[in-house]
C-alpha cells in the first residue's frame, strides 16, 4: 500500500503565501493616492485593452496587479454586488468598505480551500467629501484587508515605490502634482543598474475619481492632456486636462486571455463591449 506525504497544514499556507507572492511581484506596480480633488490611479500597463484601473460604482475604484483573467473576475463580482445593493437599498449605501470586506471574504476563502491561491493584490477606493475623508483599502491574496490613509503602492517593487512616494505626498497637491509624482515614483524602480527609468504616456493607466463631480466621479486622463502634465514641469488644472477625462465603460473579461502582470505585455486585443447591467453605466 503505497504512503501519502504528509505537509503540516502551517507548510501549506506558507507555500501557498510564496507562490502568490512570487506571482504578485512579476506584476508592473500600481500607485493610488489621494489628492486635493479626489483620488488618482497610475498603472504601469503597455496593454491599451486591459485594464488594471476600473470603475466599481458611483464614487468607488478598483485598481489590481497579479495575474489579469483572476482579477477581472473579482472586479466583475464586486459591480455586481455594487449594482444589486444600490438597487435593492440606495445609491448612497454602496460603500468602499462593503467591496472591499466581500473581496477579503472571496479571497480569504480561495486561499485556505482552492489548491491554488490568486495570484493578485487588489485596491479599492471611495472617494470623500475631502481628502481626509477619502478611503483606501487593500486587500492581499490571503484576504487581509488593511486601511491605508492617503496611499497604496502595489506590484513588483511596491516597498521602494512607497518610500519614493510618501515622503513627498501631500493632501493638498493638485492633479499634476500628484500625477507627476506617482510616475516619478514608479519611474524609480526597474532601471538598468538601479537608475530610475523614463515612462511615456504610453506606458501609463491614469484615472481618477473626481470628488467635485456628482454621480458617477470615475473618469480616465488619456492623450494629449496626459501627455501634456508629464511634460510641462509648470502643468496645473485647466480645460485641456478636464478634456482628456473620459468616461468609458469596461470592458468584461474576454475569454483566453492572458496573464497582466508578468509574462510581458498582453497581445493587442479587440476590445469588447460594454458589461450590460453594471455600475459603470450608471447615469450621473
Not at 87 to 112: E, H, K, P, W
Not at 126 to 151: C, H, M, N
Amino acid at each position: 500500500m503505497a504512503m501519502q506525504f504528509y505537509a503540516s497544514p502551517e507548510q501549506i499556507m506558507r507555500d501557498r503565501s510564496e507562490y502568490a507572492r512570487k506571482g504578485i511581484a512579476r506584476g508592473r506596480s500600481v500607485v493610488v493616492l489621494s489628492y486635493e480633488g479626489g483620488v488618482l490611479f497610475v498603472a504601469e500597463n503597455l496593454s491599451t485593452a486591459l485594464h488594471k484601473v476600473s470603475e466599481i460604482y458611483d464614487r468607488i475604484g478598483f485598481a489590481a496587479v497579479g495575474r489579469y483573467p483572476e482579477f477581472e473576475n473579482l472586479r466583475s463580482a464586486g459591480v455586481r454586488l455594487a449594482d444589486l445593493h444600490g438597487y435593492s437599498y440606495g445609491r448612497s449605501d454602496v460603500t468602499g468598505r462593503q467591496i472591499a470586506n466581500a473581496y477579503a471574504r472571496t479571497l480569504g476563502a480561495i486561499f485556505t480551500q482552492e489548491q491554488k491561491p490568486y495570484e493578485v493584490e487588489i485596491c479599492v477606493a471611495e472617494a470623500g467629501a475631502t481628502a481626509a475623508e477619502d478611503e483606501l483599502y487593500r486587500i492581499t491574496y490571503d484576504g487581509s484587508v488593511q486601511d491605508e490613509p492617503g496611499l497604496v503602492t502595489m506590484g513588483g517593487q511596491s516597498d521602494a515605490i512607497s518610500g519614493a512616494v510618501k515622503t513627498r505626498l501631500r493632501p493638498d497637491q493638485t492633479l499634476a502634482e500628484a500625477l507627476k509624482l506617482a510616475v516619478e515614483g514608479l519611474a524609480s524602480v526597474g532601471g538598468e543598474g538601479g537608475q530610475p527609468r523614463k515612462l511615456a504616456a504610453n506606458q501609463l493607466e491614469v484615472a481618477v475619481l473626481d470628488r467635485n463631480r456628482p454621480g458617477r466621479t470615475f473618469r480616465r486622463l488619456t492623450g494629449l492632456a496626459l501627455t501634456a502634465i508629464l511634460e510641462d514641469t509648470s502643468a496645473t488644472k485647466s480645460p485641456d486636462v478636464e478634456g482628456g477625462l473620459e468616461d468609458k465603460p469596461q470592458p468584461p473579461a474576454s475569454p483566453g486571455t492572458p496573464a497582466d502582470n508578468a509574462s510581458g505585455p498582453a497581445e493587442p486585443a479587440e476590445s469588447p463591449k460594454p458589461e450590460e447591467g453594471s455600475g459603470s453605466t450608471a447615469s450621473e
